[in-house]
């Protein structure tokens, strides 16, 4: 029986993770925490019978108290490390934000492997956590489906249960991005796109935050980052190309010229499957790929100068430091922003350069250090925005 803890079990992942575990055998949901989602929660108790939950607010916790008086319910920073640190043998972090950067770091040094949903982890403390992958042997499985893609085009050798990648027969990555829900707006409508807009993504179901980051590209450059961490590959040899059918996920070209792409569907469940079964392919009775259906598959180079936010992805990630926690947290502020409609969706990559340009720079930075600065940066963020 393979334990698994869900951290962020009633979003978008979360839910579709439990989706595929009903399928799975042999697997047992043994930790969930949520945000503010209580009745979702409570339907999840009930269903998968978790032994210990986690919830934001602790007036929360009360209330799951007192419906499963037999589960274990903790609240804030101190509930999501104890599910990360739990009895599970693969935890699943699917948080959005930096607040699972301490609960994976926790979950790591008791050598639980990791399938990671969440950006932030690798983005902004992608050198820590490597370090601690390294030294304590733990698997380091991607969800998002453009590392998944990557890592089944480039089989990883196992080493006393750690990854490495063959990365002196790779010439280059490509990561596919769908173009997301602006791709084919011109470009003097930019500046009138609002939020309800941008969540009209074309392809994909996902949550709020990360369509938009589509739609600016902003995603794409996140999981440039990570890739450079996941696969320890070189920025120059980590490419984007556009491909608005979203059925080649990712691929793999060699340094013999041979060109490997992992195909399928648009549908999260078959990463997430992938990475909670590591290393065996199941059974799955999610729609397949036709190939007569789809007719076309095709590609164009990314628009740099009119979705700045992938370029200043790339040089925050070649800079280092703490400088990609701010790209992040900048980023995230300037979303927020042009949700609340303060901010025009052009102007997001410009609040994101500014508060870069402004920021000190730490290298080589601990865990508080890139906190404190992911902090700074969002603070920053709205303090440019008024100024």
């Known amino acids: 029986m393979r334990k698994i803890s869900i951290l962020g079990s009633t979003g978008s992942i979360g839910t579709q993770a439990l989706a595929v575990l009903k399928n799975?055998?042999?697997?047992?949901?043994?930790?969930?925490?949520?945000?503010?989602?209580?009745?979702?929660l409570l339907r999840q108790i009930q269903e998968f019978k978790p032994r210990l939950v986690s919830v934001a607010r602790a007036s929360d916790a009360a209330a799951v108290r007192k419906e499963f008086p037999s589960v274990e319910v903790y609240s804030g920073a101190d509930g999501l490390s104890r599910a990360a640190t739990s009895e599970a043998d693969i935890v699943l972090a699917a948080v959005v934000g930096t607040d699972c950067l301490v609960p994976v770091s926790e979950a790591i040094k008791q050598k639980k492997d990791i399938a990671l949903?969440?950006?932030?982890?690798?983005?902004?403390?992608?050198?820590?956590?490597?370090?601690?992958?390294?030294?304590?042997g733990v698997k380091l499985l991607p969800v998002d489906s453009e590392h998944s893609a990557i890592m089944q085009s480039c089989p990883p050798q196992v080493s006393n249960g750690y990854f490495n990648y063959p990365v002196e027969t790779i010439r280059r990555l490509i990561l596919t991005a769908s173009g997301g829900a602006f791709r084919e707006t011109s470009p003097p409508n930019l500046p009138l796109m609002k939020a309800a807009d941008a969540l009209r993504h074309p392809n994909w179901q996902m949550?709020?935050?990360v369509t938009i980051d589509s739609a600016t590209l902003v995603n794409k450059g996140l999981e440039v980052i990570e890739a450079h961490w996941l696969f320890?590959?070189?920025?120059?040899?980590?490419e984007v190309l556009i491909h608005p059918q979203s059925i080649v996920h990712s691929l793999v070209e060699y340094r013999d010229g041979s060109v490997l792409a992992q195909l399928g569907t648009p549908d999260m469940r078959l990463p997430i499957q992938y990475a909670l079964a590591y290393p065996d392919r199941l059974p799955a009775d999610y729609p397949k790929l036709d190939l007569l259906a789809v007719k076309n598959l095709t590609f164009q180079a990314p628009d740099w100068q009119n979705f700045r936010g992938l370029r200043l992805a790339y040089e925050a990630g070649q800079i280092g430091g703490t400088m990609p926690a701010v790209f992040n947290a900048a980023n995230e502020a300037a979303v927020?922003?042009?949700?609340?409609?303060?901010?025009?969706?052009?102007?997001?990559?410009?609040?994101?350069?500014?508060?870069?340009?402004?920021?000190?720079?730490?290298?080589?930075?601990?865990?508080?250090?890139?906190?404190?600065?992911?902090q700074w940066a969002k603070g920053a963020s709205l303090w440019q925005k008024v100024k």
Not at 232 to 238: E, H, R, S, T
């Open 24 to 40: 799975l055998p042999d697997y047992q949901v043994t930790a969930l925490t949520a945000g503010t989602n209580i009745s979702l």
């Open 117 to 136: 949903a969440n950006k932030e982890l690798l983005v902004t403390a992608g050198e820590l956590i490597s370090g601690l992958v390294q030294r304590h």
């Open 207 to 209: 949550g709020r935050k």
């Open 232 to 238: 320890g590959m070189p920025y120059a040899q980590i």
């Open 336 to 374: 927020e922003l042009f949700c609340q409609d303060k901010l025009k969706f052009t102007e997001i990559p410009q609040l994101i350069e500014d508060v870069m340009q402004k920021h000190v720079i730490i290298k080589n930075p601990t865990l508080d250090a890139i906190l404190a600065a992911a």
